[in-house]
């Protein structure tokens, strides 16, 4: 199965920019690359989602290399508001419904 | 617009007794559908999924099994709880197909087997 990557943690502070990377090597050709946010008791929430080169959206963009082994989601101008666990998801290249989460980055956010 | 439900939203349940939780989608017609938990700290585990009514695949070998006995609903079930099978679970649905996985979540049930 595929495996993804991510850092345990991270802190930032509000106005900063963030970004968040994800390491994915089995992700499949066909397949996109999705990010979610989490908050404590809620189900996560679709943030963005790309395949290739750049996605950006009201709310983060995300980068993904030529090679799509990784991506990374970047959050502009972050507020206090933005602390939350952080998701990527990839597909699997053995199984279309084969989904493989992250472990999750838990982003806290000081003011 | 699409909606989904779940309930109960929380549920203590003692060790041995059976579970039944239920998810349904509005506004929309044959989404894939998938039972999650996430225990406490840890990221998702995907349980179940299914692509048509009828139709289930599981990722994790346990006591819990799953329904679809409608397009737009999905079951989990249990005979006898475990501790273990205390966790937060979350239904989810996406549109059929096309190697996207653009996830809907349920406001999710917060499972306590005592």
């Known amino acids: 199965l595929a495996k993804t990557t991510q850092p345990i943690s991270m802190d930032s502070y509000e106005g900063q920019e963030v970004n968040i990377t994800c390491s994915h090597n089995?992700?499949?050709?066909?397949?996109?690359i999705t990010w979610y946010q989490q908050f404590p008791s809620q189900g996560p929430r679709f943030i963005i989602q790309?395949?290739?080169?750049?996605v950006t959206n009201e709310v983060a963009s995300l980068f993904i290399p030529a090679d799509r082994k990784s991506s990374t989601l970047s959050l502009p101008r972050v507020s206090l508001s933005d602390t939350a666990v952080y998701y990527c998801l990839v597909g699997d290249e053995d199984s279309n419904y084969q989904l493989i989460w992250g472990a999750g980055t838990k982003l806290i956010i000081k003011p | 617009s699409q909606t989904i439900h779940q309930w109960p939203a929380t549920l203590v349940q003692p060790v041995g007794s059976p579970l039944s939780l239920e998810c349904t989608v509005e506004g929309t017609s044959n989404p894939n559908l998938y039972w999650y938990r996430q225990a406490a700290g840890r990221g998702l585990q995907l349980l179940f999924y299914?692509?048509?009514?009828?139709?289930i695949s599981s990722e994790v070998p346990q006591n819990l099994s799953a329904s679809r006995p409608q397009d737009r609903q999905f079951i989990l079930s249990s005979k006898k709880l475990l501790l273990s099978d205390s966790g937060f679970y979350l239904c989810?649905?996406?549109?059929?197909?096309?190697?996207?996985?653009?996830?809907?979540f349920g406001p999710g049930t917060r499972l306590t087997v005592t």
């Open positions: 989810a649905w996406s549109v059929n197909g096309g190697g996207s996985y653009e996830q809907y």
């Open positions: 299914s692509v048509g009514i009828g139709q």
């Open positions: 089995n992700i499949a050709t066909n397949d996109y």
């Open positions: 790309g395949y290739k080169t750049k």
